[in-house]
Structure formats: structure tokens, C-alpha cells
């Protein structure tokens, strides 16, 4: 027995010639998947956070810059439509109003001359007489253009232009029809050049001239259009 063998470790332990034994524990294989397990995850997390550093310091990739162009250019598109005025509604053409004329002052025969006017202009005359007593000689200005709410930015407002200084009020009435009521301060109408220049620069059009009468003005400016 060699002098290396402990006491009690003969048979095949017992240690023969001049190198001492090492011990060695048995191999745990699944400590060794585990770390490499590790080590691919760890290496996987470092080339990933290399891209988020490369996007940060270029500015992202192309597929994103043009992901990100398209939706700037959506979302201002989408704005641009909210944003867009619609074209305004075209006024009617006095050929297509009818106008009752009611006299509101002392003076007699006012309703007929000024009906009688209108129709020359192209609008067509409904009722002409006395105001009714909710308004006669209770109107202090020229006028009062009465008529549906709808009427306000089409038919009362073409109306307002042959006589200035009105007032202008809606009322419940179901008809299309209006009404101008002659108030205490009421001469005569506008010139007709005067009503189809101030016509044409709202954007309405002057009824068409009769042989003998002077050209209607031409407009100061276009009538609006749409903006966007």
C-alpha cells in the first residue's frame, strides 16, 4: 500500500505511483443550460438595446419616418376637411319672392307705389294694404321686413336691398312669402341702381333690364366661395 492511500481505502481506491487523487463533484447539467440559457438572453437584450440607441442618435428607421409622415399627413388632412368653410348658399332672385307690402304710416297710397316699384325689380307682389294693428303706426324707421327665420339670409336679405335703414324680424309664419312693412320714416325706395349694385355685392343677382333702362352696375367684388 502506497503511503498516499488513506488508512481504510484499499482495493480499487488504493493509490498507487506518485500523483494524488483529485475529487471532482459530478457534472450538474442543468446548471449548464441554465447559463446558457443566460448568456443568450443577456447577448440577445444587448443587440437590442444597440438598436434603440442607433434609432435614438438617426432619427428611427425609414419604415417608422414614413409610418409617422403618413400619419401627420392623415391627421391634417383629417383637420383641413373640419376646418373647410362650406360654399354659402345662393340667394334667391326677386322673381322667385313674393312680398306683401303693408303701409305703416298716415299717408295714403304708399303700399300701391312701392308694390308697383317691387315689381318692376322682378319680385313678385303678394297682399298691398294697411299694416295689420300689431304694427300700424307703430314702425319707426323706413321699414320692417318680416318673414320665417329661414327667410333671414336669403329672401329678406335680397329684399333689404332696395330700401335702406330696415329692420328685420322673424315671425312663426309657415309660407315662403315675406313682408315689408312702410315705416314713418319711409320716402321712397333706393334707386335701382343703388339696389342692384348693393345686390350684386352680397352675391345676388339683379333682375334681368328691360329695353330703355340704364345697365345694372357691375359687382364691386365676387360673390364668396368656398375656403379651405
Known sequence: MSMLTPPGMGGKYRITGNRFPHMRRPRNRRRIV???????????????GTLQLVDVFTGGSADDTSQQAHGKGAKAEKAGKGDCKAAPKALPKPDTITVNVYNATPRGGLAKITADELAKRGFKIGKVGNAPPLYDKKVANTGLLLGPPEAAEGALKVLGTQLAGTQVKNDARTGGDVDLILGAEFKELAAKQDADRALTEIGGQPHPEKPGDKPAPTPSRPAPAAEC
Request: aromatic share 6%; net charge neutral.
Open 34 to 48: 441554465l447559463a446558457v440559457a443566460s448568456a443568450t438572453v443577456a447577448l440577445g437584450l444587448a443587440g437590442w
